[in-house]
């Protein structure tokens, strides 16, 4: 199985950056594509950005321009670089893990963007 923890979220204002983490451990060798998701409060689960295991990155229209998925194999970790945050972008970020048997979750991380 793979586990995925997160972290990085927080409070930031308008127009500020953050970076989240996603640290992958377990079988990880079974990871086909990885992808960070968010929530905001009444809203439906959204993709933010993907990350396939050939490099080929995907993004959210709301997002291109100003957030940038990345993974460090090394620390068997992933990113989300989020620059010039709106507070549209406050919602619990999530990231995934794709097999070809199984989709994995982390737990959450909250980024809230102030205005």
């Known amino acids: 199985q793979v586990q995925l923890v997160e972290s990085g979220g927080g409070l930031v204002q308008a127009g500020g950056s953050l970076r989240l983490s996603c640290a992958a451990s377990g079988s990880i060798f079974s990871i086909n594509a990885m992808g960070w998701f968010r929530q905001a409060p009444g809203k439906q689960r959204e993709l933010v950005a993907m990350?396939?295991?050939?490099?080929?990155?995907g993004y959210a229209d709301s997002v291109k321009g100003r957030f940038t998925i990345s993974r460090d194999n090394a620390k068997n970790t992933m990113y989300l670089q989020m620059n010039s945050l709106k507070p549209e972008d406050t919602a619990v970020y999530y990231c995934?893990?794709?097999?070809?048997?199984?989709?994995?979750w982390g737990q959450g991380t909250q980024v809230t963007v102030s205005s």
């Open positions: 990350l396939t295991s050939g490099g080929a990155t």
């Open positions: 995934n893990a794709e097999t070809n048997k199984y989709t994995a």
